[in-house]
């Protein structure tokens, strides 16, 4: 069983930078994909990140947030700059044991980001 933990959310002004971290336990995490998505509430989950043996971003994120990971201390982080009132949500971390399929298998219980204008 897999277990991802989020952390470093928080709320921050518009321009501002975040770091967000997700620990993850439970098995070999280096051959695995993993990725952050958020959802604001009434809406539907949308896709933010991955990471594999390639990163994908979503077009709204793209030049403003990376990701990374940290397969010795089994960890993905996100980090956010110039972040945007539209970037308020929660945060999901995500992993998929297959990095080829498009289907994330364990979820985090999510981070609050709060974008204040």
Known sequence: QVQLVESGGGTVQTGGSLRLS???????F????????RQVPGKEREFVA???????YADSVKGRFTISRDNAKN????QMNSLKPE???????????????????????????????
């Open 87 to 117: 970037d308020t949500a929660v945060y999901y971390c995500a992993l998929k044991t297959n990095p080829g399929s498009t289907d994330y298998d364990y979820w985090g219980q999510g981070t609050q980001v709060t974008v204040s204008s």
């Open 30 to 37: 280096s051959n695995y994909g993993m990725a952050w998505f």
């Open 50 to 56: 991955q990471i594999s043996w390639i990163t994908t």
């Open 22 to 28: 997700c620990a993850a336990s439970g098995r070999t």
């Open 75 to 78: 960890t993905v982080s996100l």
